[in-house]
């Protein structure tokens, strides 16, 4: 199966080249196929020189500019569309996800599931250099997507998700030109029938860059397809939903925080564990 990274980057050419020469480092240790795809969201520095740069190196990496006007939906769109791969992860270009987790996402889907969904809120998972008041509009916002969608996931707004290629395709057409995209898509893979497995995974705070998320320009934004998912979801009567479909979710357990733990030939390997809304 070979694993496409999308990779939305506005303005990033301090934390680029980082962010893809170890996610390529952790990929080519595990024998994962894979190939990255940035996309250049109107940068105005030297982000598209730079990845240039890492391409002329590794024929796997690829510059692609965004043809939509700027924002992180219509990046991420723009790369689902070039990606080659039979599953896709949408990683952030700040180096705030771990590549390591990326092998997690791999495994997953190699197991089965349509959907690997990482959370930083569940035991296994570290978080650092989150600005506190970023940090509370989160539990927040995702405790209300939780209890309005009933589907047991405290981490929908994370971005850092992977989706095996037919679920790109089920998900069409995606509306979302901004951050909204990170809860269209997980929340419409759900509600469609596909079936996701959680794992704990690791964040921290940029080192390089600013953040291009602005909570008071994304609220709305946010809300508006929060609502157009739950009504599709409760007013639809299943008319998106893949035929004899239910959704199922699994939940990883960490051998010991931030790390799957080890088979006997020192690889480490996943332990899925049962939660209730299994089918």
């Known amino acids: 199966m070979k694993l496409s990274i999308v990779i939305p980057a506005h303005s ?38 730079v990845v240039a740069e890492l391409a002329e190196r590794d024929g796997r990496v690829r510059h692609h500019r965004s043809p939509y006007p700027m924002g992180f939906g219509f990046a991420v769109r723009a790369g689902l569309q070039v990606a080659s791969g039979d599953a896709v992860a949408i990683m952030m270009a700040d180096g705030s996800d771990d590549p390591e987790d990326l092998v997690a996402y791999s495994r997953l889907l190699a197991a089965g599931y349509d959907c690997a969904f990482g959370s930083r809120f569940i035991p296994g998972a570290s978080v650092s250099g989150y600005p506190l008041l970023k940090l509370i509009a989160n539990r927040i916002v995702n405790t209300g997507i939780r209890i309005m969608f009933g589907h047991g996931y405290n981490d929908t707004t994370n971005a850092f998700k992977a989706y095996k290629r037919e679920v790109i395709d ?81 939940r990883w357990r960490a051998g010991r925080p931030g790390r799957l733990p080890r088979n006997g030939r020192g690889r480490r390997e996943p332990v899925v564990n049962r939660v209730r809304g299994e089918e």
């Open 12 to 49: 990033e050419e301090g934390a680029i080249a980082a962010t893809v020469e170890s996610a390529t480092e952790v990929l080519d240790r595990e024998d994962i196929e894979h190939e990255i795809v940035v996309v250049d969201d109107a940068s105005g520095d030297r982000t598209a020189e």
């Open 170 to 250: 089920s998900v069409q057409p995606l509306l979302s030109h901004h951050f909204n995209l990170t809860v269209e898509l997980p929340l419409k893979a759900i509600i469609r029938g596909h079936s996701y497995a959680i794992t704990p995974i690791r964040w921290r705070g940029r080192t390089a860059g600013k953040s291009k998320l602005h909570l008071q320009e994304m609220g709305s934004r946010y809300l508006f397809v929060v609502l157009y998912a739950f009504f599709e979801h409760h007013l639809s009567r299943g008319d998106y939903r893949r035929r004899g479909t239910e959704p199922r979710r699994h």
